[in-house]
């Protein structure tokens, strides 16, 4: 057998029918792509995959690189192949002017906000605001964010499914459901539906956290008392930066944090690195709230463009046309949570 040839760098977006069987062209010398022709296969050793789509106007993206580990769809391998992930020039684009709530809008519904804009001064022992919401125009998920000075928080709950946390700084600990565990900076926190939780500080600087409800919920309930209903077929909650984790996506790179390892089905927390580069424009399928860690950086849309700096959160829309540049000579840390996704290696 002889290698596939790439027959594009991206993948191939396609809407299914409901029980029609689809022909993947696992050669990539098909005239039909992604489709097999029939016949250029003929003589190579490969054969077409063949894909049954069950739920109609299911959306897909079709290895084009035939080089994907879970054919026939694409896992982001194009990006580590030999021109598969280019820098883009910059363009002459007008800037988002940032509002009083730190928000600046894109292309809309993508939007800048900077996460502490409307903190008080002196700030209360716990504040918290919403930063990602179906009113702001997110259909997947919520997310807000939160400061601890002393004590606890409330005890918080979402009524409508997962929660994931990402401790973005200072150090405590936080209970679920009854069992409580040790929180530091940069730690990937994961509380399943039905459950609920609360932060306690230690330490000197406040506690700050970042709270993603998914699928989207309007505001987290406060409850009177914390439930004894902690979820023992998935003991392992916590999860931090571990560098053996790393996944290669070009000259970029990410970690899984919360994801489908500790019981997480439908979102997944990572952490990545961002050199001193410029990607070109793209789209995923999932929903994404992407926080800015480290260093400074562009995101870019197709009409407009806005500054980003750290303690900044991105949110993209699923399919939304963008490119995050990064202008720091030390690169770019970020954190993000996508869903409902399990790879934010894949890209269109």
């Given at each position: ?13 396609k809407e299914l029918k409901a029980g029609r069987t689809y022909l993947w062209c696992a050669c990539g010398r098909s005239k039909r792509q992604p489709f097999c022709d029939g016949k250029s296969h003929e003589g190579t ?16 993206l079709f290895c084009g690189c035939k080089q994907s580990a879970t054919a026939p769809f694409c896992d982001g391998t194009h990006s580590n192949l030999p021109g598969g992930y280019a820098d883009e020039p910059v363009r ?160 970029r790179y990410f970690q899984m944090l919360v994801d489908k390892r500790i019981g997480s089905t439908t979102a997944t927390q990572f952490i990545g690195h961002i050199p001193l580069s410029k990607a070109e424009m793209h ?66």
């Amino acid at each position: 057998m002889g290698d596939a040839l790439v027959a594009s760098r991206k993948p191939f977006y396609k809407e299914l029918k409901a029980g029609r069987t689809y022909l993947w062209c696992a050669c990539g010398r098909s005239k039909r792509q992604p489709f097999c022709d029939g016949k250029s296969h003929e003589g190579t050793g490969f054969e077409p995959v063949e894909y049954t789509c069950k739920v109609d106007g299911e959306e897909v993206l079709f290895c084009g690189c035939k080089q994907s580990a879970t054919a026939p769809f694409c896992d982001g391998t194009h990006s580590n192949l030999p021109g598969g992930y280019a820098d883009e020039p910059v363009r002459d684009l007008p800037w988002a002017a940032s509002d009083t709530d730190g928000v600046s809008r894109l292309d809309s519904p993508c939007y800048v906000i900077r996460a502490a804009a409307t903190r008080s001064d002196p700030a209360p022992a716990w504040w918290c605001r919403t930063v990602v919401s179906r009113e702001m125009g997110a259909r997947h998920m919520a997310q807000f964010y939160a400061e601890l000075a002393q004590g606890k928080s409330p005890v918080l709950a979402s009524q409508a499914g997962d929660v994931v946390l990402w401790i973005m700084s200072g150090q405590g600990a936080v209970e679920i459901s009854g069992r409580s565990f040790t929180v530091t900076a940069e730690t990937g926190v994961y509380i399943r539906a039905g459950e609920a939780f609360q932060v306690e500080h230690s330490g000197a600087a406040p506690l700050a956290l970042f709270i993603a409800a998914c699928p989207a919920a309007d505001e987290l309930s406060e409850l009177a008392a914390m439930p004894d209903n902690f979820d023992t077929l998935w003991p392992a909650r916590t999860v931090g930066i571990d560098e053996g984790q790393r996944h290669a996506m070009g000259p970029r790179y990410f970690q899984m944090l919360v994801d489908k390892r500790i019981g997480s089905t439908t979102a997944t927390q990572f952490i990545g690195h961002i050199p001193l580069s410029k990607a070109e424009m793209h789209r995923h399928l999932y929903e994404e709230a992407l926080i800015i860690m480290s260093g400074e950086g562009v995101i870019w849309n197709d009409g407009k463009r806005a500054r980003v700096v750290a303690g900044d959160v991105i949110f993209f829309p699923r399919k939304h046309h963008h490119s995050l540049q990064c202008v720091s000579p030390e690169g770019m840390d970020v954190v993000g949570l996508i869903h409902p996704g399990d790879n934010p290696g894949i890209n269109y």
